[in-house]
C-alpha cells in the first residue's frame, strides 16, 4: 500500500508522464509547400559522353521574359534559383570552345538579335549574384531562333542526335530558342580501346563494328577492310557483311571491289536461307542495287 503522504505526488507524476506521453505520440506535421520554378535533371549520352543538367524551370505566368523580367545585355542564371549545372564526363567542344569533362555553372546574356552562353568553373551559386566573368571557361556567341508558338515554361533539351559525335544543346523560353553546338571526340576515346581489343592474341573480335567505325569516321580503311575480311571469314554467307565490304571498297576507290562485293552480296541474299525474314532480303537488295547504281 502507497502512504498517504506519497499519493499526491505519485498522482502527480503519473500524469505529467500520462501528459508528456500524449503529446509524444502527436508530433507536428512536416510542411512541404510546392515551388514555383521546380527542378528537374536532364541526362543525355553524346556519343561516348554523357551530359547532366540539373535545373529550375521557371514560367511566364503572363509577365514578358526577355527585354523586361530578364534584361538584354545582363547576365542571367539560365533558370531560377540555384544557377544551372552542366556536367560533362568527357572533354567536349561547347560552341566550337574547348571545356574539359567536369561541372560548370551555365549562365547566358540574352540580346534581341544575339546571345551570349557562359560556362563558368564555379558551379555551386545562389543565382547569378556572385557569377565572375574571370571564372569562365568558354563564352560563345548564339543567334536566338524566334518561334511561333510561346514556350510557356523555361525548358533545355537537346536536338540533332543524329551524329554520334555531335548534337544541339538548346534554352527555349518565352517565343526564343537559343542552340549551341556541342561536339566530342568519340574517337580520341575508343580507338585506342579498340586497338587493343583487336590486336589481343584471344577472344572474340567485333570485326564488324570496328571496320564501320573505321569507314563511318574516315579513319584506316585498309585495316577496316582487313577486319571485314576476318569477319567475313567467320561467316562467309553474311550478306549484311559483303555489302558494306563494298561500302569500304567504294570509299577506298576500288569500283571492281565495290561492284564484285555487291554482286556477291546480291547473291547471297537472293540464296539466303528460308527462315531469313522477306523483308530483310527486300532491304539488302535496294541496299546493294542503289550502291551499284552509284558505281556506274
Known amino acids: 500500500m502507497i502512504p498517504r503522504v506519497l499519493r499526491p505526488a505519485l498522482s502527480l507524476f503519473v500524469g505529467s508522464v500520462f501528459v508528456t506521453g500524449l503529446f509524444a505520440q502527436a508530433p507536428a506535421p512536416k510542411l512541404e509547400f510546392p515551388v514555383a520554378s521546380p527542378a528537374a535533371t536532364l541526362k543525355q549520352r553524346v556519343g561516348l559522353t554523357d551530359i547532366e543538367v540539373t535545373y529550375s524551370r521557371p514560367s511566364m505566368r503572363g509577365r514578358k521574359i526577355f527585354?523586361?523580367?530578364?534584361?538584354f545585355g545582363k547576365v542571367w542564371r539560365s533558370g531560377a534559383n540555384n544557377a544551372t549545372k552542366v556536367t560533362f564526363s568527357t572533354a567536349v567542344k561547347f560552341g566550337g570552345t574547348d571545356v574539359p569533362a567536369g561541372s560548370y555553372?551555365?549562365?547566358?546574356?540574352?540580346g534581341p538579335d544575339e546571345w551570349t552562353v557562359i560556362l563558368n568553373k564555379v558551379p555551386a551559386q545562389w543565382g547569378a549574384y556572385a557569377y565572375d566573368a574571370k571564372n569562365d571557361v568558354a563564352r560563345v556567341k548564339a543567334v536566338p531562333v524566334k518561334l511561333a508558338a510561346p514556350v510557356e515554361t523555361f525548358a533545355i533539351g537537346f536536338s540533332d542526335l543524329a551524329s554520334e559525335s555531335a548534337a544541339t544543346f538548346y534554352l527555349t523560353w518565352e517565343n526564343v530558342l537559343v542552340p549551341v553546338k556541342i561536339e566530342v571526340d568519340v574517337a580520341r576515346v575508343l580507338v585506342p580501346q579498340l586497338e587493343a581489343v583487336m590486336a589481343a592474341p584471344e577472344g572474340k573480335k567485333p570485326y564488324l563494328s570496328a571496320a564501320m567505325f573505321y569507314y563511318e569516321n574516315n579513319l584506316d580503311l585498309?585495316?577496316?577492310?582487313?577486319?571485314?575480311?576476318?569477319?567475313?571469314?567467320?561467316?562467309?554467307?553474311?550478306?549484311?557483311?559483303?555489302y558494306r565490304k563494298g561500302l569500304i571498297l567504294a570509299k577506298k576507290g576500288d569500283k571492281a571491289g565495290a561492284i564484285a562485293a555487291a554482286q556477291k552480296s546480291l547473291e547471297l541474299v537472293k540464296n539466303a536461307p528460308a527462315e531469313v525474314p522477306a523483308p530483310l532480303k527486300d532491304e539488302y537488295i535496294?541496299?546493294?542495287?542503289a550502291l551499284l547504281a552509284t558505281l556506274k
Open 105 to 110: 555553372a551555365l549562365f547566358s546574356i540574352p
Open 222 to 242: 585498309d585495316k577496316a577492310l582487313a577486319w571485314m575480311d576476318a569477319g567475313l571469314a567467320e561467316q562467309p554467307t553474311a550478306f549484311w557483311m559483303v
Open 286 to 289: 535496294r541496299l546493294n542495287e
Open 67 to 71: 527585354g523586361s523580367l530578364e534584361p
